[in-house]
């Protein structure tokens, strides 16, 4: 297994290391539960390293970009970030990836199981620019969290002289982290994969530990967090996990992603086609969101019947320690009203499904879009 830059601050800091996506990384270190609430009343760090993070080059970069991701690159303002998809010929999802159109250049961050995936997808499709892979010389940290901005705000000096709090929801800016004894130039976005507010900081990796430890040394509210509450949190915000919700059989539109394919666009992109005719003739299947009646979790691959017959799966399932109820997420055949009786199949017996709209958890106060 590969490690990231932070794996012997994981260790110091107790964290139970598994792999994922090839690398070695913390799924907790205080537990689970603990470390859900904390994200979702205070503040947790997260270690983001393990994802790739790619620069696109050329003399035009926003053209070739815009030919092999279905979100509209060239509509995209400086210090933007996009959420998107990267599709095959057939429709089916690659990835799905954050673009970032900063002032003098793009960036792309991309799961880190589908690294090595994109970056041999780019080399061969993009028509006059270039992918550098920046993921080993460019940390990427996160601060989750309602009192992130607060503990944040006073260590960040962003470009033009303002304020973190200024920063708008999918916006990144140019910024000088002071949270260690020497101030460090990097980039901070208003970004993140847990349904709160907060940040991620992308910083060269020789400063990615002394940072780590500074925003856990920021205030007792702040704690340690890994990828098992990230997974929580996410399902609770309704955010697709790919190799669950999304993977190359599986098309954007069934899977409730529409706002990120932009179908008009001039000239097209890989996929499009293939995205037309299901716009045209609607999906053949439909995520959805249930509440699993019952103490027992829907777990991925859980099957989901109606009058007892097969016609649909649980992609992502879990106790839901926000709401004290077991969700999931799965695919319904689209020929299935969203009224009608389900049931999951858990190891043979079966429990029934009640319908809930995604995401099943939305923070009351929504940060600013600027």
């Known amino acids: 297994m590969k490690k990231t830059v932070l794996n012997a601050a994981h260790q110091r800091h107790g964290a139970r290391l598994v792999e994922f996506g090839g690398f070695e990384m913390p799924v907790w270190y205080s537990g689970l539960t603990e470390e859900h609430h904390a994200v979702r009343q205070r503040a947790g760090v997260f270690d983001l390293c393990h994802m790739g993070r790619f620069e696109i080059v050329g003399d035009d970069p926003v053209a070739a970009l815009d030919r092999v991701v279905t979100q509209d690159v060239s509509r995209m303002k400086k210090g933007q970030v996009r959420y998107s998809l990267v599709c095959n010929d057939e429709g089916g999802v690659l990835d799905d990836i954050l673009?970032?159109?900063?002032?003098?250049?793009?960036w792309l961050v991309v799961n880190a199981g589908n690294r090595q995936k994109l970056?041999?997808?780019?080399?061969?499709?993009?028509?006059?620019?270039?992918?550098?892979?920046?993921?080993?010389?460019?940390?990427?940290?996160?601060?989750?969290g309602p009192l992130a901005c607060s503990l944040l705000a006073p260590h960040i000096d962003r470009a033009h002289h303002r304020a973190v709090a200024d920063l708008g929801y999918y916006r990144i800016s140019r910024a000088q982290v002071k949270l260690t004894g020497t101030p460090i130039d990097g980039w901070i976005s208003r970004t993140g994969y847990t349904g709160e507010d907060g940040f991620e900081l992308y910083i060269p990796s020789g400063s990615a530990e002394s940072v780590f430890d500074a925003l856990l040394q920021l205030s007792d509210e702040v704690i340690p967090c890994g990828l098992g509450c990230r997974d929580t949190l996410r399902l609770e915000a309704g955010?697709?996990?790919?190799?669950?919700?999304?993977?190359?059989?599986?098309?954007?539109?069934?899977?409730?992603?529409s706002f990120g394919v932009a179908l008009d666009k001039e000239g097209g992109f890989i996929g499009e086609p293939a995205l037309r005719e299901v716009v045209a003739h609607g999906?053949?299947?439909?995520?959805?969101?249930?509440?699993?009646?019952?103490?027992?979790?829907?777990?991925?691959?859980?099957?989901?019947?109606?009058?007892?017959?097969?016609?649909?799966v649980v992609t992502s399932g879990s106790p839901s320690p926000t709401l004290g109820v077991p969700i999931a997420c799965g695919y319904v055949d689209s020929s299935v009203s969203e009224e009608a009786p389900l049931e999951v199949d858990l190891r043979g017996k079966s429990a029934?499904?009640?319908?809930?709209?995604?995401?099943?958890?939305?923070?009351?106060?929504?940060?600013?879009?600027?």
């Open 239 to 257: 955010m697709p996990l790919y190799g669950h919700e999304l993977s190359e059989q599986q098309d954007p539109i069934g899977a409730g992603l």
């Open 352 to 370: 029934p499904l009640s319908p809930h709209p995604l995401p099943f958890y939305r923070r009351t106060t929504e940060t600013a879009h600027g």
């Open 119 to 144: 970056l041999h997808w780019f080399g061969e499709r993009l028509v006059g620019a270039k992918v550098i892979d920046h993921s080993e010389d460019l940390a990427m940290v996160a601060l989750q």
């Open 283 to 312: 999906p053949s299947r439909q995520l959805r969101g249930f509440v699993v009646e019952g103490k027992r979790p829907a777990r991925q691959g859980a099957v989901i019947l109606h009058d007892s017959q097969p016609v649909g």
């Open 99 to 106: 673009i970032y159109r900063l002032p003098d250049r793009l």
